[in-house]
């Protein structure tokens, strides 16, 4: 018997099933091992050599792995094709010789692109070897991100209060985002006027011309200034004829898109179906890994983390049978199409995202699917079909028209297209991007060239220029994938961290830069610019694709990345934190010094009209103060245009949030006993739902009330035991429960986006701990090393945050935050903890040992009367 190791247990039931009773096929549940969160994990000194820890979850599962191939006739590694699988098998097989258990066992990797079982079955009988190139490219990536993230996040704390951390491509990520914002704000608004008029065919068919030109110049968009000049110019066409100059009509092709990457899926996801980044990944694993199909589970869609946007051969053919079956021969071409992909940076997982099956057509699937799943398999199905289709036909035609009068001469064309033939469009048509000008694509009527036309009306229309659209998660994905930084397949994570972080905020599918995350990057720019360069970040991508090709040495790439950045960070440790906020009054000046409305100095305290407005920076972040404190109290969050303190949220009563589009009864923000909560309706029946933490009133929009509303919410089925998996937040957070029994989820936000894959393993980590076990708060930050060693942790308890060290929990003093506090001040903590907990026994002692005396001292007493009274019976009766 052979033992198939791969990531999910929902793909191990389904691949044992295809595989029999000759393997067995056990779960790795993801990473089996990571670099701790503390200093020494990568050693620079050593050669880059790393510390990998194995957590007590995945220590169960490698024993169990190990059990089992231990008995076994070899081992096959079947985790995901790309390159964290490839990392994942590495992991795995390290830990397995390190155990001992494969001697002379036969050891093979292989890949399979989707969970069918002639995918399956193919792949077992074309197996390989571990890729090294790949692992060493894995390498380098976790080795760079630890670097980063470890070395240049303390320098954020200590001058930066408030600030979370920096990473290697999340800070580039909120770069963008940042600098779209501060275009945004520089945008100077100008008016323009445009000129249309709708003319009449000598047959009475009506059409629109737009002016183009006027007394010999040809008009740009901003080139009419005023009304004033719009109105003499519609004067003018108001008494003038018209002449058709010339009709022409140009056909035109327009070709198929190639099936969907990663970004490009999530990207559609977004426009057409209003999914974010993390929400399109969950639904396309549950796709790949297997839906239950008439009793069997197959998977519907390849491998959904690819750059790669060609399809196996075998692919095609089944997508072209399926086009003239369900489209007919005339939308077949009369050969296959072939894509190459475009971008920087191509992913190991060579095919494009398909259809497993193109013959399960969404309207057959549909019944096995939930909404959200049945969407994108559609959009899936229909994105790869038509990438086989013929181009669609366009004719296209340009009406160029004369108008003359009163000795003047204007200009105007009217665009018209027509679909011919829509080839690949009966499939799959595309969604214009919300930022995107539309096409002027109205059908004109028959216009013959030197015919007269008649003029019915001029319309002038005012408009203002818009500045640049803010971040979409779509757009923002695209422009990272157009600069080669970072990877497809991490984008929904570095989002997640940016919003978990507080860096931006995703409001109406746009993203918006907090305060916090405005003055990490101005920070960065200003102090550790290189690193957060795009040109920088891509190279290192670059030469990650070349560590992967085996044409650079991993090592390498690290010496010459740390000789840089290490001296770099050595540099801006010696900034002042006045310094800092020197640069930030000056870089950020229109949003902390906005312009006041009487004309006054912004920089003067409005309040004492003394002193200076700077920004200041507290233990929960930055906020604009005057400098004649504490005799003048002004204070000012950052990024708010009032003069005055800012307002509690619900100082005036409830906070009328909108309306449940389900139920149409209005959701209001409110402040009750315990704090703020969120209610919908009114009377005994209203639903009501109190504030997590972290959540502040501010921060509560419609949608996050009614997300907090829908809890506790379905997560899905548990594939071994049949029961329904559902998440919400109770007493103590955020929370799982399946089967009577709950599991502590990381974070709030965790609660709203966990997938079934996610929520199995959290349930298996607290089943391998245990009843009644609960898990250890992650770390919310590692300050260093304590002097007797160890590592010290601030993390998040039940009952408020505290320091750890080993086995030493110190609460933090009230107000104290987390994020703030210095390594000096947590081992203050720890050593007084410790030094209370060691005390306590003798002081009890000490308490006991009086007490004991006493007793010994009463017990002798009594003793000693009871001898003398027996004494004395006895005498009494020898007397008698």
Same mark, same amino acid.
Not at 704 to 716: E, F, N
Not at 773 to 794: C, F, M, Q
């Given at each position: 018997?052979?033992?198939?190791?791969?990531?999910?247990?929902?793909?191990?039931?389904?691949? *044992?099933?295809?595989?029999?009773?000759?393997?067995?096929?056990?779960?790795?549940?993801?990473?089996?091992?990571?670099?701790?969160?503390?200093?020494?994990?990568?050693?620079?000194?050593?050669?880059?050599?790393?510390?990998?820890?194995?957590?007590?979850?995945?220590?169960?599962?490698?024993?169990?792995?190990?059990?089992?191939?231990?008995?076994?006739?070899?081992?096959?590694?079947? /985790?995901?094709?790309?390159?964290?699988?490839?990392?994942?098998?590495?992991?795995?097989?390290?830990?397995?010789?390190?155990?001992?258990?494969?001697?002379?066992?036969?050891?093979?990797?292989?890949?399979?692109?989707?969970?069918?079982?002639?995918?399956?079955?193919?792949?077992?009988?074309?197996?390989?070897?571990?890729?090294?190139?790949?692992?060493?490219?894995?390498?380098?990536?976790?080795?760079?991100?630890?670097?980063?993230?470890?070395?240049?996040?303390?320098?954020?704390?200590?001058?930066?209060?408030?600030?979370?951390?920096?990473?290697?491509?999340?800070?580039?990520?909120?770069?963008? #985002?940042?600098?779209?914002?501060?275009?945004?704000?520089?945008?100077?608004?100008?008016?323009?006027?445009?000129?249309?008029?709708?003319?009449?065919?000598?047959?009475?068919?009506?059409?629109?011309?737009?002016?183009?030109?006027?007394?010999?110049?040809?008009?740009?968009?901003?080139?009419? +200034?005023?009304?004033?000049?719009?109105?003499?110019?519609?004067?003018?066409?108001?008494?003038?004829?018209?002449?058709?100059?010339?009709?022409?009509?140009?056909?035109?092709?327009?070709?198929?898109?190639?099936?969907?990457?990663?970004?490009?899926?999530?990207?559609?996801?977004?426009?057409?179906?209003?999914?974010?980044?993390?929400?399109?990944?969950?639904?396309?694993?549950?796709?790949?890994?297997?839906?239950?199909?008439?009793?069997?589970?197959?998977?519907?869609?390849?491998?959904?983390?690819?750059?790669?946007?060609?399809?196996?051969?075998?692919?095609?053919?089944?997508?072209?049978?399926?086009?003239? +079956?369900?489209?007919?021969?005339?939308?077949?071409? @009369?050969?296959?199409?072939?894509?190459?992909?475009?971008?920087?940076?191509?992913?190991?997982?060579?095919?494009?995202?398909?259809?497993?099956?193109?013959?399960?057509?969404?309207?057959?699937?549909?019944?096995?699917?939930?909404?959200?799943?049945?969407?994108?398999?559609?959009?899936?199905?229909?994105?790869?079909?038509?990438?086989?289709?013929?181009?669609?036909?366009?004719?296209? /035609?340009?009406?160029?028209?004369?108008?003359?009068?009163?000795?003047?001469?204007?200009?105007?064309?009217?665009?018209?297209?027509?679909?011919?033939?829509?080839?690949?469009?009966?499939?799959?048509?595309?969604?214009?991007?919300?930022?995107?000008?539309?096409?002027?694509?109205?059908?004109?009527?028959?216009?013959?060239?030197?015919?007269?036309?008649?003029? @019915?009306?001029?319309?002038?229309?005012?408009?203002?220029?818009?500045?640049?659209?803010?971040?979409?998660?779509?757009?923002?994905?695209?422009?990272?994938?157009?600069?080669?930084?970072?990877?497809?397949?991490?984008?929904?994570?570095?989002?997640?961290?940016?919003?978990?972080?507080?860096?931006?905020?995703?409001?109406?599918?746009?993203?918006?830069?907090?305060?916090?995350?405005?003055?990490?990057?101005?920070?960065?720019? *200003?102090?550790?610019?290189?690193?957060?360069?795009?040109?920088? /970040?891509?190279?290192?991508?670059?030469?990650?694709?070349?560590?992967?090709?085996?044409?650079?040495?991993?090592?390498?790439?690290?010496?010459?990345?740390?000789?840089?950045?290490?001296?770099?960070?050595?540099?801006?440790?010696?900034?002042? #934190?006045?310094?800092?906020?020197?640069?930030?009054?000056?870089?950020?000046?229109?949003?902390?010094?906005?312009?006041?409305?009487?004309?006054?100095?912004?920089?003067? !305290?409005?309040? !004492?009209?003394?002193?200076?407005?700077?920004?200041?920076?507290?233990?929960?972040?930055?906020?604009?103060?005057?400098? *004649?404190?504490?005799? !003048?109290?002004?204070?000012?969050?950052?990024?708010?245009?009032?003069?005055?303190?800012?307002?509690?949220?619900?100082?005036?009563?409830?906070?009328?949030?909108?309306?449940?589009?389900?139920?149409?009864?209005?959701?209001?923000?409110?402040?009750?006993?315990?704090?703020?909560?969120?209610?919908?309706?009114?009377?005994?029946?209203?639903?009501?739902?109190?504030?997590?933490?972290?959540?502040?009133?501010?921060?509560?929009?419609?949608?996050?009330?009614?997300?907090?509303?829908?809890?506790?919410?379905?997560?899905?089925?548990?594939?071994?035991?049949?029961?329904?998996?559902?998440?919400?937040?109770?007493?103590?957070?955020?929370?799982?429960?399946?089967?009577?029994?709950?599991?502590?989820?990381? &974070?709030?936000?965790?609660?709203?986006?966990?997938?079934?894959?996610?929520?199995?393993?959290?349930?298996?980590?607290?089943?391998?701990?245990?009843?009644?076990?609960?898990?250890?708060?992650?770390?919310?930050?590692?300050?260093?090393?304590?002097?007797?060693?160890?590592?010290?942790?601030?993390?998040?308890?039940?009952?408020?945050?505290?320091?750890?060290?080993?086995?030493?929990?110190?609460?933090?003093?009230?107000?104290?935050?987390?994020?703030?506090?210095?390594?000096?001040?947590?081992?203050?903590?720890?050593?007084?903890?410790?030094?209370?907990?060691? &005390?306590?026994? +003798?002081?009890?002692?000490?308490?006991?040992?009086?007490?004991? +005396?006493?007793?010994?001292?009463?017990?002798?007493?009594?003793?000693?009367?009871?001898?003398?009274?027996?004494?004395?019976?006895?005498?009494?009766?020898?007397?008698?």
């Amino acid at each position: 018997m052979d033992v198939v190791i791969v990531e999910s247990p929902a793909k191990a039931k389904t691949i *044992n099933k295809y595989l029999g009773s000759g393997y067995k096929v056990l779960a790795s549940f993801g990473h089996v091992r990571d670099l701790p969160a503390k200093d020494g994990s990568v050693r620079p000194d050593e050669d880059f050599s790393m510390s990998w820890e194995v957590d007590g979850a995945s220590a169960k599962r490698l024993a169990d792995i190990a059990k089992a191939v231990k008995d076994a006739d070899g081992v096959i590694l079947a /985790t995901d094709p790309d390159r964290e699988g490839e990392a994942i098998s590495w992991h795995v097989l390290d830990v397995l010789k390190q155990k001992r258990v494969l001697k002379d066992k036969k050891v093979s990797r292989v890949v399979f692109n989707a969970i069918t079982k002639k995918a399956v079955l193919d792949a077992m009988a074309n197996p390989r070897d571990i890729d090294v190139p790949l692992v060493d490219a894995y390498l380098a990536r976790r080795a760079l991100d630890y670097l980063v993230g470890f070395n240049l996040s303390p320098v954020l704390w200590r001058k930066l209060p408030g600030a979370r951390s920096a990473g290697r491509v999340q800070s580039v990520a909120l770069r963008l #985002v940042s600098d779209r914002e501060a275009e945004i704000e520089r945008f100077v608004r100008e008016d323009y006027w445009q000129i249309a008029a709708t003319l009449q065919t000598p047959r009475n068919d009506s059409f629109e011309a737009r002016l183009t030109e006027f007394e010999g110049r040809k008009l740009q968009k901003l080139d009419i +200034k005023s009304a004033e000049q719009a109105e003499d110019i519609k004067s003018m066409l108001d008494g003038a004829s018209y002449r058709v100059l010339s009709v022409e009509a140009k056909p035109t092709r327009r070709n198929p898109w190639p099936p969907f990457t990663t970004s490009t899926l999530q990207q559609a996801a977004s426009s057409r179906l209003g999914f974010g980044a993390s929400r399109t990944m969950q639904v396309a694993q549950k796709l790949y890994e297997g839906v239950d199909i008439g009793g069997e589970t197959t998977g519907l869609i390849t491998y959904m983390r690819t750059d790669g946007v060609q399809m196996a051969p075998e692919a095609i053919e089944q997508a072209r049978s399926a086009i003239a +079956k369900t489209f007919g021969d005339k939308y077949l071409p @009369e050969k296959p199409r072939f894509y190459s992909t475009k971008a920087k940076n191509a992913q190991e997982a060579h095919e494009a995202v398909r259809p497993t099956d193109f013959s399960r057509t969404p309207a057959e699937v549909r019944k096995y699917l939930d909404a959200d799943q049945a969407r994108l398999y559609e959009m899936i199905w229909k994105r790869a079909i038509s990438s086989q289709m013929e181009p669609a036909e366009i004719e296209r /035609t340009t009406v160029e028209i004369e108008a003359k009068g009163g000795g003047r001469v204007a200009g105007l064309r009217a665009i018209g297209s027509v679909v011919r033939f829509d080839g690949f469009l009966a499939a799959y048509a595309e969604v214009k991007d919300d930022d995107a000008e539309d096409d002027d694509d109205r059908r004109l009527p028959v216009i013959n060239a030197n015919e007269q036309v008649q003029r @019915e009306s001029i319309q002038v229309t005012a408009h203002t220029t818009e500045p640049p659209p803010r971040y979409t998660e779509a757009s923002l994905i695209k422009k990272l994938e157009e600069l080669g930084i970072g990877r497809p397949s991490t984008y929904a994570a570095i989002l997640k961290t940016l919003e978990d972080r507080d860096y931006i905020t995703n409001e109406r599918r746009r993203l918006i830069p907090q305060a916090r995350g405005r003055i990490v990057t101005t920070f960065l720019e *200003n102090f550790f610019r290189r690193y957060v360069e795009y040109d920088f /970040t891509a190279g290192l991508e670059e030469k990650l694709d070349q560590i992967s090709d085996g044409k650079l040495s991993w090592k390498d790439v690290l010496r010459d990345f740390w000789r840089d950045f290490s001296g770099a960070v050595d540099d801006i440790k010696e900034l002042r #934190v006045t310094d800092v906020i020197d640069v930030m009054n000056n870089e950020l000046a229109p949003l902390i010094f906005p312009a006041r409305e009487d004309g006054g100095d912004p920089r003067i !305290c409005p309040k !004492c009209g003394t002193g200076n407005l700077s920004l200041k920076l507290g233990r929960y972040g930055a906020f604009v103060g005057c400098s *004649n404190y504490p005799e !003048c109290g002004f204070t000012r969050q950052f990024g708010e245009t009032g003069e005055a303190n800012g307002s509690d949220a619900l100082a005036d009563g409830n906070k009328v949030l909108g309306t449940d589009p389900q139920t149409g009864e209005e959701i209001t923000l409110r402040s009750g006993r315990f704090g703020p909560y969120i209610q919908r309706g009114e009377g005994k029946e209203a639903k009501r739902a109190g504030l997590p933490k972290g959540w502040t009133p501010d921060s509560i929009d419609l949608e996050k009330a009614l997300s907090l509303l829908s809890l506790p919410r379905d997560v899905g089925i548990h594939p071994e035991t049949g029961k329904m998996i559902s998440a919400g937040i109770g007493r103590y957070g955020p929370f799982l429960l399946h089967d009577g029994g709950y599991a502590n989820l990381e &974070s709030v936000e965790e609660v709203f986006t966990v997938g079934i894959n996610r929520a199995v393993t959290v349930i298996a980590e607290k089943k391998s701990r245990g009843p009644g076990a609960r898990s250890k708060p992650a770390a919310l930050k590692e300050l260093g090393e304590h002097p007797d060693g160890g590592a010290i942790t601030v993390r998040d308890g039940r009952f408020g945050p505290y320091v750890n060290h080993g086995k030493v929990n110190a609460t933090l003093p009230k107000g104290t935050d987390p994020q703030s506090l210095t390594l000096e001040q947590a081992i203050e903590l720890i050593n007084a903890k410790a030094g209370s907990s060691k &005390s306590a026994p +003798k002081k009890a002692a000490a308490k006991k040992a009086p007490a004991k +005396k006493a007793a010994a001292k009463t017990t002798a007493t009594k003793t000693t009367a009871t001898k003398t009274k027996a004494a004395a019976t006895k005498s009494k009766k020898t007397g008698s």
